[in-house]
């Protein structure tokens, strides 16, 4: 069983463009978890999805980001005119439901150039 | 609500010597806590996890904690460090028995392990 997997890892965007960062859960996991660290920083939570449903999104910016887990394929975390301030590692982590561990992901590092 | 508190951002220790990585935790309800592990450039790798069993808890690479909630503490300790073991620690509080869902972490403490 694959774990938790995200592309791509490493993500260079110029100001203004935009970012699309994915995450595979593990197998039968439906339920996954975004996470921003910047630098020198702990993991900051954003959004908890599960499939099809925003489940809470109370950690996410009111502006340019979004976030979707589809029926079919991987959990997609878009930031629309990135900035240099989004310069940061994104980490996603899933787990099969809401009372069971969550595994995470290597993270994608965004560059914001 | 919940938070965490690492105490320490940097830890320097010698090789062989005992490891202390300290952590103090808030929490509205019985909190599940985690230790964590992060290798430069790499992901998280979980090192061990209190969900209110045992209040010492024994983790991989012979680390381990104690969860004392009199003090709100969460201490990681290993009694012999290994240069292999010179990373970003984060300590972890997650209201429910899981880490699944909103999980709150400390800033991290980098420990330094010299010959």
């Known amino acids: 069983n694959a774990g938790v997997m995200q592309n791509p890892r490493h993500l260079v965007r110029r100001r203004g463009q935009e970012a699309r960062l994915r995450c595979s859960p593990m197998?039968?996991?439906?339920?996954v978890y975004w996470y921003r660290q910047l630098p020198e920083e702990g993991l900051k939570f954003m959004v908890y999805?599960?499939?099809?449903?925003?489940?809470?999104e109370s950690g996410m910016p009111k502006e340019r980001f979004s976030a979707e887990f589809p029926k079919e394929g991987p959990s997609i975390l878009r930031i629309q005119q990135v900035v240099r301030g989004d310069s940061a590692a994104y980490f996603c982590?899933?787990?099969?439901?809401?009372?069971?561990?969550?595994?995470f992901g290597q993270g994608t590092r965004l560059t914001v150039v | 609500a919940q938070s965490v508190t690492q105490l320490d951002s940097h830890v320097s220790v010698s090789e062989g010597t005992p490891v202390l990585l300290r952590c103090n935790y808030s929490s509205s309800y019985s909190p599940s806590l985690f230790w964590y592990v992060q290798h430069p450039n790499k992901g998280l790798q979980l090192l061990l996890k209190y969900t209110s069993a045992a209040t010492l808890v024994k983790g991989i690479n012979g680390f381990e904690a104690e969860f004392k909630k009199s003090e709100t503490s969460f201490h990681l300790t290993k009694p012999s460090a290994h240069m292999s073991d010179a990373a970003e620690y984060f300590c972890v509080v997650s209201e429910g028995r899981t880490n699944a869902g909103k999980s709150t972490f400390g800033d991290g403490t980098t420990l330094t392990v010299k010959p």
């Open positions: 197998k039968g996991h439906s339920h």
């Open positions: 982590a899933s787990s099969p439901s809401s009372n069971t561990e969550a595994f």
């Open positions: 999805l599960q499939k099809e449903n925003i489940i809470d």
